[in-house]
């Protein structure tokens, strides 16, 4: 595990090209950070599927649950 000691986040793992960070919040909860190139996908289809929360453990490895708490901004979401 590396972490960024400025900015709290901790290197899960880097897999297909996709780097996983994570940092725990102050009021307990956990922060995930994705990030990776994805090539030729329109840039709609990238957010439709980031947004759909409470269907990553259909598609995602290794998630076995997944549901949407709260929208807390346009682009934040509690899962």
């Given at each position: 595990e590396e972490s960024d000691e400025n900015t709290g986040w901790?290197?899960?793992?880097?897999?297909?090209?996709?780097?996983?960070?994570?940092?725990?919040?102050?009021d307990g909860s956990l922060s995930i950070r994705i990030a990776g190139?994805?090539?030729?996908?329109?840039?709609?289809?990238?957010?439709?599927?980031?947004r759909e929360v409470d269907l990553y453990h259909a598609w995602a490895p290794f998630c076995v649950s997944s549901r949407k708490l709260a929208q807390l901004g346009r682009?934040?979401?509690?899962?």
């Amino acid at each position: 595990e590396e972490s960024d000691e400025n900015t709290g986040w901790v290197h899960a793992q880097t897999l297909f090209g996709v780097s996983t960070h994570y940092r725990r919040e102050s009021d307990g909860s956990l922060s995930i950070r994705i990030a990776g190139d994805l090539v030729g996908v329109p840039l709609f289809e990238q957010l439709a599927i980031l947004r759909e929360v409470d269907l990553y453990h259909a598609w995602a490895p290794f998630c076995v649950s997944s549901r949407k708490l709260a929208q807390l901004g346009r682009l934040d979401v509690a899962a």
